[in-house]
């Protein structure tokens, strides 16, 4: 930490980062909300001869030119992949790959020629395949920051329509909002987001860090505004952590690090949040299995004491339970579960009898509570 | 032409070809996509494979990063069988994770693994002939141009064998699976044929160029028809010419023989987009332009059947009349009554006033009672 307050170039390419982590994992939510997660891999890739052919063109490796001649070269692959998927039978996911990979086909040309160059300045031109953070300067940075915080204001302009685009875009339409126009704004928005970030984390990997914080965000909110916030930080703290490893560790390029750690966050997510994770999931399906077990052993017990009609505090043995049960097995455990919950008690070792709340609620499993016609009956 | 120009087109055709044909399947079966995750993700099994082997022209690394690519599948349907995420996402969540830990790998051991990153990206197939097999003091050619000769060789042999379940699989899954072709099996067998194709064409040709060899010209074929074995066959030949012409693109212009064969695929497909002749654009707004025509002919000659004969007649039947009454602009009126005219619907007389002829008034009388 004391490495990240003194080191001057540490701290301007971790604030470069975690900017850039923060606006891609904004927008990433609408991405992901809607089924684009793929459309920012087309995008990314499709951007690389826009970076190669605008540094042709001006001589210049200034950040603003570059990312200009992507965001252009990006918004001409989106536009192709809605004009052949809405043209021709050929269905969205060809129409990416299609885009993804002939542009950047196109783009490692232009670089072929870029390196032929004899400008010094060319070289750098390959950091925009896997990032690297450490080429940032204090300008790149400010620029980051700066347009991130134009696209995040943008979005809490229209923070409405991009939500009714997300949600319910036929209803927005008959309510009278231009829902094209607003498609095109916000895929616009998600182009320069990504593009942004091709020097720092490489038009290879940038839809990862547009997809993963969103995804990590999904699982701990049902709330749009909530999981915004939420992908914006951990965007955000991905990319300041891929930063300051790549920039510690040698020679690692920033992109995959960056990409390693949200999709920790994922990971993590997926499997620890509160309510959808799949850790909580998995003990809810056990509990309730113990309890249907129990159940069924509490049913068990009530049937066999029905039997002795008035001796209904006739003890059973567990072995008798275990013949009566299905599989056989953890009659014992249930049968202590029902004890704890005071609806058995054993009576003397291995003897069982019901309560007389343990009757009630076997009364309410077998006959479906006491609203039933009848059902308060008991020995039938 | 040197010896070592023909051989790095022979192996940029067999390249092509061998990816073109599964990428059929792909196409068909909307999992285009999966390509870019298995070309990427292969990476690691290479890596891995290297690491465990030292040598990075042992068959292992084949096994190796073919696995990969299965395991990268499996990931995918896992991720998305949590229900947790959508399947794009998971798409976009699982095969950069593991590209990330491969490059990742390569940058930390660059000192001693002859795997850099541009290799991954751009493949090598301009070196391709110097790694040459020698067998009993003769040379038998480029390395690579028997792997992928070998591999080109399987996907066929299982294309072939294998032609009915994958036809039915991929156009009613229900049917096959209910005919007892077990869906997983076929699944998962066909995703190791790509993902061994992919290892293989990902040396040539780098992990991203892979995908616009296997999705490009399988799309562009499937424009042009609707019949699977000309579809199979359209997709070779344009995968294999886009492949010679990129390789004469990239001499000419001395620039990446592999980006060069990708962006051929994309002009291929694009000019399949736009001239196809029954699903191109053009023949779409060709289509439209024609269809607009007939429709203004066939209400031109229900408006003067319609006013034939009537008070009003002299008023409604001129050709000025019909740029108020149907709104049409007088430039259109006048070449639709031309053609009109040309056609013997209508007679045009003294004063602009339009007359139907007979064959017009049966047109019309048909039209209407239709």
């Known amino acids: 930490m004391q490495v990240f307050f003194l080191d001057y170039t540490l701290r301007t390419v971790a604030l470069g980062a975690g900017a850039l982590g923060a606006v891609a994992g904004a927008m990433g939510c609408f991405a992901v909300l809607r089924r684009q997660s793929l459309l920012g891999d087309a995008i990314s890739h499709a951007a690389l001869p826009g970076i190669g052919l605008a540094f042709l063109l001006t001589g210049t490796r200034a950040m603003p030119v570059l990312v200009l001649g992507a965001a252009l070269a990006g918004w001409i692959g989106t536009l192709f992949v809605l004009a052949v998927v809405r043209n021709s039978r050929i269905p969205e996911d060809s129409a990416l790959g299609i885009v993804l990979s002939v542009f950047f086909g196109l783009g490692l040309v232009i670089l072929t020629f870029v390196q032929r160059q004899p400008t010094a300045a060319q070289a750098g031109l390959d950091t925009f395949l896997f990032g690297q953070a450490a080429t940032l300067l204090t300008r790149d940075v400010v620029m980051i920051a700066g347009v991130g915080a134009v696209i995040l204001l943008l979005l809490v302009l229209f923070w409405k329509e991009f939500k009714l685009l997300s949600f319910d875009r036929e209803f927005g339409a008959t309510m009278g909002f231009p829902m094209t126009g607003i498609d095109v704004f916000l895929t616009s928005l998600l182009v320069v987001a990504i593009v942004l970030g091709l020097q720092t984390v490489g038009v290879v990997l940038m839809s990862a860090l547009v997809v993963a914080p969103a995804a990590a965000a999904r699982q701990w909110t049902d709330s749009l505004a909530v999981m915004v916030v939420l992908a914006g930080l951990l965007g955000g703290v991905a990319g300041i952590m891929g930063a300051i490893v790549s920039a510690t560790g040698g020679g690692i390029p920033t992109g995959p690090t960056i990409v390693l750690v949200a999709s920790v966050f994922v990971l993590a997510s997926i499997l620890l949040a509160p309510r959808r994770g799949l850790a909580v999931a998995m003990l809810r399906r056990r509990r309730v299995r113990r309890e249907v077990r129990a159940d069924a052993v509490l049913t068990d017990l009530y049937a066999m004491s029905a039997q002795h009609g008035d001796a209904r505090d006739h003890p059973h043995s567990v072995a008798a339970l275990e013949a009566m049960s299905e599989r056989r097995v953890g009659v014992l455990r249930s049968l202590e579960e029902l004890a704890e919950r005071g609806w058995a008690a054993e009576r003397e070792s291995g003897e069982w009898v019901l309560t007389p709340s343990g009757r009630a609620r076997a009364r309410e499993i077998v006959f479906g509570g006491a609203r039933h016609d009848g059902a308060g009956e008991d020995g039938s | ?370």
């Open chain 2, 1 to 370: 032409m040197t010896s070592f120009d023909f051989e790095i087109q022979l192996l940029a055709v067999v390249v092509a070809v061998a990816c073109a044909l599964p990428g059929v399947f792909l196409v068909l079966r909307r999992m285009a996509l999966m390509s870019d995750a298995i070309s990427h993700s292969i990476l690691l099994g290479i890596v891995l494979a290297f690491f465990w082997v030292q040598d990075l022209a042992h068959p292992l690394l084949v096994v190796g990063a073919a696995a990969t690519g299965v395991l990268t599948v499996a990931l995918v349907e896992a991720l998305h069988g949590t229900g947790r995420v959508k399947e794009d996402a998971a798409i976009a969540l699982v095969f950069p994770a593991l590209f990330s830990l491969a490059v990742i790998l390569i940058a930390r051991h660059a000192g001693n693994v002859h795997l850099d990153v541009d290799a991954v990206l751009l493949g090598e197939i301009a070196f391709a002939p110097f790694d040459r097999v020698a067998w009993g003091g003769r040379d038998l050619g480029p390395k690579s141009l028997w792997l992928m000769g070998a591999i080109l060789g399987i996907n066929l042999l299982a294309i072939v064998l294998f032609y009915k379940e994958l036809k039915l699989s991929t156009f009613d899954a229900g049917l096959s699976a209910a005919l007892g072709f077990s869906p997983v099996v076929l699944h998962y067998g066909f995703m190791g044929l790509v993902s061994i194709t992919a290892v293989g064409a990902f040396e040539a040709v780098g992990s991203i160029l892979v995908v616009a060899l296997m999705i490009a010209p399988p799309a562009a074929a499937w424009l042009l028809t609707d019949r699977l074995p000309l579809m199979m066959a359209l997709s070779v030949l344009m995968a294999a010419g886009s492949a010679l012409a990129g390789y004469w693109v990239a001499h000419l212009f001395d620039a990446s023989i592999a980006g060069s064969m990708a962006t051929l695929t994309g002009v291929v497909f694009f000019l399949a987009f736009l001239l196809a002749p029954d699903r191109g654009v053009l023949a779409g707004v060709r289509r439209r332009a024609r269809q607009r025509t007939e429709f203004a002919r066939m209400m031109l000659t229900i408006h003067l059947l319609n006013h034939e004969g009537g008070p009003r007649a002299s008023v409604e039947n001129r050709v000025v009349h019909l740029q108020d009454h149907l709104h049409w602009s007088s430039d259109f009126a006048r070449r639709v009554v031309a053609r009109a005219e040309r056609e013997g619907l209508v007679v045009r007389e003294a004063g602009d006033l339009l007359r139907l002829t007979p064959l017009g008034r049966e047109a019309a009388r048909d039209r209407m009672v239709r």
